[in-house]
């Protein structure tokens, strides 16, 4: 069917007044009116498929309808799903055997503990700076202070290592 501009348009005033008269949902908002923008967004994507331009084309020209045909949907290939076979689950005591004890732990290498020491110290760093930079990316799109956190990370780690006090004489 052919639709100009100006048909387009009149139908929008339509749909509105309907709108307005049959209210319900339509009006069921804070201001208690129709939600203009939304019926102007499908009549402007009505004009669209008329190939109506915004600005430029005569508003009593009439245009067909732009039909365009959705791709052919590929054949879908045959996946068998093959299903895993389910694991036994350990117990707790089977489990704690497979665990690594305290002697098994302190007869270990000390070069190895060491490394596996640093290993985890350096896991926790990373998610430490991971932390600091989302609060601090949240501090600054909430225009907050975003050295906050730092400083207090700061003043709990000097708890940890107080300054020694200065002895005085008087």
């Not at 749909?15 to 339509?26: N, P, W």
């Not at 067909?64 to 052919?72: G, H, L, V």
């Not at 089977?94 to 985890?120: G, V």
């Not at 930079?133 to 107080?162: H, N, Q, S, T, V």
Request: hydrophobic residues 35%; positive net charge; aromatic residues 10%.
């Amino acid at each position: 069917m052919d639709k100009s501009s100006k048909d387009i348009d009149a139908q929008l005033k339509r749909v509105l007044a309907l709108a307005e008269s049959i209210g319900g949902k339509y009006l069921e908002n804070a201001k208690h009116r129709v939600d203009v923008q939304y019926f102007a967004h499908i009549a402007r994507r009505a004009k669209t498929q008329h190939g109506i331009r915004i600005f430029g084309d005569d508003p009593n020209e009439r245009k067909p309808f732009i039909y365009q045909q959705e791709p052919e949907k590929l054949q879908e290939a045959v996946i068998e799903i093959v299903k895993e076979q389910p694991k036994p689950e350990k117990t707790p005591t089977e489990e704690a055997h497979y665990r690594m004890k305290f002697n098994d732990w302190m007869s270990a290498d000390e070069k190895n503990r060491y490394q596996t020491q640093m290993t985890c110290r350096h896991k926790f760093i990373t998610k430490m700076y991971a932390e600091l930079l989302c609060d601090m990316e949240i501090c600054k799109m909430e225009g907050w202070d975003i050295l906050e956190y730092p400083r207090m990370m700061r003043d709990a780690i000097a708890r940890c290592f107080p300054q020694p006090k200065q002895l005085t004489l008087f």
